[in-house]
């Protein structure tokens, strides 16, 4: 079908105002094919979590697979670069497939070690962050209090997600602002311009040059962090060395990167409807679980994933070939009214709430336990400090990062009065 509206996913329009964008597409065809960056475009929630549940037609080895050239382009300079980055994303990955394009590789597929982290990762060994998490963000509300305002970005989203992940995986505390400019960049392989290669791989290259030492630490003595969880990997036979840097890389930047937008985006939300912050207020115990269940499912952190085919298949009416590129989008799937009653309100007592902000299937992400624990503590000690939230400047003017799958704020100017 010709496109007869806007379908770019790096347009302003799908930047600024997401789900009137998605919402749009999602009404006019739910599994669109995208011609200027082929790519098929997944909206509705039936059909993402049918995507998602089935990891044997949709892999997640992108790069891979993919053999047509990058999309959005790149400066031809750039394709040894690109060529790079490509190696690069095929190691880093703990892919469900792994073995079906590299069958030298022992040991456990990706199910068996996801199994392995998911040991890290349980509810019950995530609760054992909580006092962490809520002495920092005490310690970050006493001087956000005494000024009376906040960037949200810079003084609570950033410093307490990132405090985190870093004690996880057994980094000093010295390097946390080092290690958030360096993640930051990896951002550079969502965007759109020719020449994102470069900042990429020199961030990848960074990134590797600091994490590599810490893990060769770990794999001659282990201790008791996250590196060390998946330097056994390699102990074990599993993993090369290069497979256990890039996948220690990928778990410092989605342990606190989806964090910080749920904090971001959720606090902004409620500055934009002030009932729910009363409601919120007069039960902040009671009320927190399902109010950042909403902050998800309302403006969630993670946009969009992509795919690639591995077989011809139909979704909606439409033929997916092998070797396309299918990307699916959660903007999209949170708003869809086939499955979320007022689904462009925010209510913080929305129940039930079949959200896929974490995504769906094998591929749930490992730290959703740990992510809804930190909105949590969040939205709640806000709640029970601070009568009032008030942006600073008119909504209108919210810079956001132009990613394709990221819904991330540049900054967020926010008055506070105190309740105390």
């Given at each position: 079908m010709?496109?007869?509206?806007?379908?770019?996913?790096?347009?302003?329009?799908?930047?600024?105002?997401?789900?009137?964008?998605?919402?749009?597409?999602?009404?006019?065809?739910?599994?669109?094919?995208?011609e200027q960056y082929e790519v098929w475009m997944v909206t509705s929630w039936e059909h993402l979590v049918w995507v998602t549940r089935h990891p044997e037609v949709f892999s997640s080895s992108v790069f891979a697979r993919d053999v047509r050239p990058p999309n959005p382009p790149i400066d031809e300079d750039d394709m040894e670069i690109y060529n790079y980055i490509k190696n690069w994303q095929v190691s880093r990955f703990i892919q469900q497939d792994q073995k079906r394009y590299n069958p030298e590789v022992s040991g456990p597929d990706h199910i068996d070690m996801r199994r392995v982290m998911h040991g890290y990762f349980t509810p019950k060994s995530m609760e054992m962050w909580r006092p962490l998490v809520?002495?920092?963000i005490d310690e970050l509300l006493d001087a956000v209090e005494e000024k009376g305002r906040m960037d949200v970005m810079a003084d609570l989203a950033t410093p307490l997600p990132l405090l985190v992940i870093a004690r996880m995986l057994g980094i000093p505390d010295s390097d946390r602002p080092i290690m958030r400019v360096l993640a930051k960049d990896l951002r550079h392989l969502n965007r759109t311009g020719p020449d994102r290669m470069g900042p990429l791989s020199q961030s990848v290259q960074n990134l590797q040059d600091y994490l590599g030492p810490l893990v060769a630490e770990r794999v001659a003595a282990p201790k008791d962090d996250l590196i060390s969880v998946v330097a056994?990997?390699?102990?074990?036979?599993?993993?090369?060395?290069?497979?256990?840097?890039n996948n220690v890389m990928l778990l410092l930047s989605a342990g606190h990167e989806t964090t910080i937008n749920l904090i971001?985006?959720?606090?902004?939300?409620?500055?934009?409807?002030?009932?729910?912050?009363?409601a919120l207020r007069t039960d902040p115990d009671g009320k927190t679980v399902r109010a950042t269940e909403e902050a998800l499912r309302y403006d969630s952190p993670v946009k969009s994933i992509q795919r690639i085919a591995l077989d011809d298949i139909e979704i909606a009416g439409q033929t997916v070939r092998k070797n396309d590129r299918v990307r699916w989008f959660i903007s999209g799937a949170n708003r869809d009214p086939k499955v979320f009653d007022r689904a462009d309100d925010f209510d913080i007592d929305r129940y039930?709430?079949?959200?896929v902000a974490f995504g769906s299937g094998v591929h749930h992400c490992l730290g959703a336990t740990l992510a809804r624990l930190e909105g949590q503590e969040i939205f709640r000690n806000l709640a029970n400090r601070f009568e009032s939230l008030e942006l600073e400047i008119p909504v209108e003017q919210v810079e956001y990062d132009q990613l394709?799958?990221?819904?991330?704020?540049?900054?967020?100017?926010?008055?506070?009065?105190?309740a105390r």
């Open positions: 010709v496109s007869t509206i806007n379908d770019n996913p790096f347009s302003l329009e799908a930047m600024y105002q997401p789900y009137d964008f998605y919402n749009r597409l999602r009404e006019w065809e739910p599994v669109h094919y995208n809520q002495s920092a056994e990997g390699e102990r074990q036979g599993i993993f090369t060395r290069d497979q256990v840097v971001c985006n959720g606090t902004l939300a409620f500055t934009q409807h002030p009932d729910q912050w009363a039930p709430n079949q959200h394709i799958g990221l819904r991330a704020v540049e900054s967020l100017p926010v008055t506070v009065t105190s």
